[in-house]
């Protein structure tokens, strides 16, 4: 059974950084492609990033670009999402996703997406 474990929300201060930790069954993080989306109060779940397989291509919505980064831990089974300069439209349930089928692009849609984490809560304070 797959699984998948966030970690690592919280409060912080705008400007402030957090880690998230996307915790996976054995062998999960390392053969699927993983994304990382969130979802504000009344907004849609949206793509945050993306890392694919191989881990050789990561992927980032342009409202994170240069202050998120993805990456992955195959000997821990993990992916964590690092958040710098926070901002208070970051605020937001924050997910882990696995896809198992896409090998050549990292996905934005969450439908193409097989598994999901239950979400970890991001607040940030201005």
């Known amino acids: 059974q797959v699984q998948l474990v966030e970690s690592g929300g919280g409060l912080v201060q705008a400007g402030g950084s957090l880690r998230l930790a996307c915790a996976t069954s054995?062998?999960?993080?390392?053969?699927?492609?993983m994304g990382w989306f969130r979802q504000a109060p009344g907004k849609t779940r949206d793509f945050v990033a993306g890392?694919?397989?191989?881990?050789?291509?990561?992927s980032y919505a342009d409202s994170v670009k240069g202050r998120f980064t993805i990456s992955r831990d195959n000997a821990k089974n993990t992916v964590y999402l690092q958040m710098n300069n926070l901002k208070s439209e970051d605020t937001a349930v924050y997910y882990c996703?696995?896809?198992?089928?896409?090998?050549?692009?990292?996905?934005?849609?969450?439908?193409?997406?097989?598994?999901w984490g239950q979400g970890t809560q991001v607040t940030v304070s201005t």
């Open positions: 996703a696995a896809d198992r089928e896409s090998t050549l692009f990292i996905p934005r849609l969450g439908s193409l997406y097989d598994y």
């Open positions: 054995e062998g999960i993080s390392s053969t699927y492609t």
């Open positions: 890392i694919i397989r191989a881990a050789t291509a990561t």
